[in-house]
């Protein structure tokens, strides 16, 4: 009896033992060789597109194949022509490099952005931006958008510090889809580009704020002839409907046009502003120093379409400031500044989706029709008087008569900043959508019209109405091909050939003479990966 015990009692122990070893070497295995969550120190996003285009408009200089930036008929030599089409295809790829280190427990992540574009079959086996798909490739072409870091000392606070974008809306733009960033605050029209500097953000439920310093340009490291832009911007809730902002920006611009964009300089005095279609002021050579400020508000009801079908964005923006010239040695008033702008886009989803949608998107902005020959400027002053562009209202709805953002090497518009080289304007956008098939195939039809305030000379008021239409097809999640076209018709705003600023207004056609109006058709295929 005793051994029969015995066995039962070893036998019991076994399977009390077998039972704690397997169950251990569940439980390590499943620790040790499956994670429960996955390694998130780097990741990879990217953006790319290919499109196909045709149009009647192109640059005439040899020079410009590559890159085509600024208002159509401008300084950069594009033109529409009556016999000449275009047919090309382009690509580009913007991949997005994150590190966030288990280190710092989420609270430092290192960002790297590049661009690497082409026109098919433009150049190979060379160095240079925006081309490399000649045959056999091997072309260097890599170029920098942003390398940043964001720093998370506290919950709810960034640190975002070196080269990083810089949006004139109070939402991170790393952590912001684009079609939410260029629907709020200023949606990209007074400041929309890359700059290095430093801001600081405070995100709340509801509400958030952000200030930042960045540097335009540098020059001499010794001296004071730096261009600095300083940035202050708040967000509240008001309810469950509405949200409301405030914002300052100054630009402190002591270059005296020195810097820029290649042979072009920069600031209120450079021809950059006949490329990107600003007002240009005219000091000669004469040194300048400027100081502007920009007061603004914007609001928005219904911002994510989530509440109910009425959606509602816009803003006020006033710019004031003044710029000196040194005569002789001694400083004196070179302008007055002072200009508004101002925006009002509502948007009511009929049907089942947000594509089922009728859009009016309407823009204003003052203009002086003199220039500064009385010592002031009336107009409107955005980031392309420094950058090319810096500054980038494509969210309106129109293709030709203002910017959009299915671009690669070429981006022409009529009316490429608010300003309107300085001679303002009225005018807007309406788009009409619909979902054919909800979330897979979307069809748009849109018309947009602008008139300036102030016409130049022998010129009239109106400066164009555009007609487009759009058919999308989702092929997946951020996955889409889509086909585009527009046709815009002058106005007699482009009968003026120089005026009395002393810009180009039509290009190269005979004062009295329209240029041929523009068209557009483009097919795209475009894909968010992550």
């Not at 991949?95 to 290192?110: D, H, S, T, V």
């Not at 998107?361 to 980031?383: A, E």
Request: without cysteine.
């Amino acid at each position: 009896m005793k051994k029969i015990y015995l066995l039962l009692l070893i036998s019991w122990l076994a399977a009390i033992a077998g039972n704690t070893i397997a169950q251990t070497t569940v439980v390590d295995y499943q620790k040790s060789e499956v994670p429960r969550k996955a390694n998130k120190e780097f990741q990879f996003f990217a953006f790319y597109i290919n499109q196909g285009v045709t149009s009647n408009f192109y640059p005439t200089s040899e020079f410009l194949k590559g890159q085509v930036v600024g208002r159509l008929f401008g300084q950069n030599t594009s033109t529409t022509s009556d016999t000449n089409r275009t047919y090309y295809v382009e690509q580009r790829l913007i991949p997005f490099f994150i590190y966030q280190p288990n280190l710092f427990n989420g609270k430092a992540i290192l960002r790297a952005a590049f661009e690497i574009d082409w026109t098919w079959g433009d150049a190979s086996y060379g160095t240079g931006g925006n081309i490399g798909g000649g045959i056999s490739g091997d072309q260097v072409n890599l170029q920098t958008q942003n390398i940043e870091l964001e720093l998370i000392p506290w919950k709810g606070y960034a640190i975002n510090l070196g080269l990083m974008r810089m949006f004139d809306t109070p939402y991170n733009p790393y952590r912001t889809l684009a079609d939410k960033m260029m629907s709020t605050g200023y949606r990209l029209a007074y400041f929309g580009t890359d700059a290095v500097g430093i801001s600081m953000r405070r995100d709340r439920d509801f509400s958030r704020w952000k200030a930042g310093f960045y540097k335009f340009y540098e020059n001499d490291i010794q001296k004071d002839d730096d261009v600095n832009m300083f940035e202050a911007m708040y967000e509240r809730q008001v309810d469950m409907l509405w949200k409301g902002g405030l914002s300052v920006n100054y630009v402190r611009d002591r270059s005296e046009g020195k810097g820029g964009v290649s042979i072009l300089g920069q600031g209120l005095n450079s021809l950059l502003a006949q490329y990107n279609g600003t007002y240009q002021f005219r000091f000669g050579s004469n040194p300048y120093k400027a100081d502007i400020f920009w007061l603004g508000a914007f609001f928005s009801r219904n911002q994510d379409y989530m509440m109910d079908r009425l959606h509602m964005t816009g803003f006020i923006n006033y710019n004031l400031g003044r710029a000196d010239v040194k005569k002789e040695g001694i400083w004196e008033k070179g302008a007055q500044i002072s200009g508004f702008g101002a925006n009002l886009k509502t948007a009511f989803r009929y049907g089942q989706t947000v594509d089922d949608q009728i859009k009016l998107d309407l823009l204003y902005t003052t203009g002086d029709k003199n220039g500064i020959s009385d010592l002031k400027y009336s107009g409107v002053i955005t980031g392309n008087s420094w950058g090319a562009p810096g500054a980038i209202f494509v969210n309106s709805g129109a293709y030709i008569l203002f910017p959009h953002a299915n671009v690669v090497n070429r981006y022409t518009p009529a009316i490429a900043d608010i300003s309107n080289m300085g001679y303002g304007l009225a005018g807007g956008t309406l788009v009409l959508s619909t979902g054919l098939i909800p979330h897979r195939l979307i069809a748009k039809a849109g018309s947009a019209v602008a008139f300036s305030n102030a016409k130049p000379l022998l010129g009239g008021y109106h400066v164009g109405t555009e007609a487009n239409a759009a058919l999308i097809y989702n092929a997946g999640t951020y996955m889409s091909v889509e086909l585009h076209g527009a046709y815009l018709w002058l106005g007699k705003f482009y009968e003026s050939s120089e005026d009395t600023y002393g810009s180009d207004i039509n290009g190269s056609f005979a004062s009295g003479t329209r240029p041929h109006n523009p068209f557009t058709a483009f097919v795209v295929f475009k894909w968010l990966m992550f």
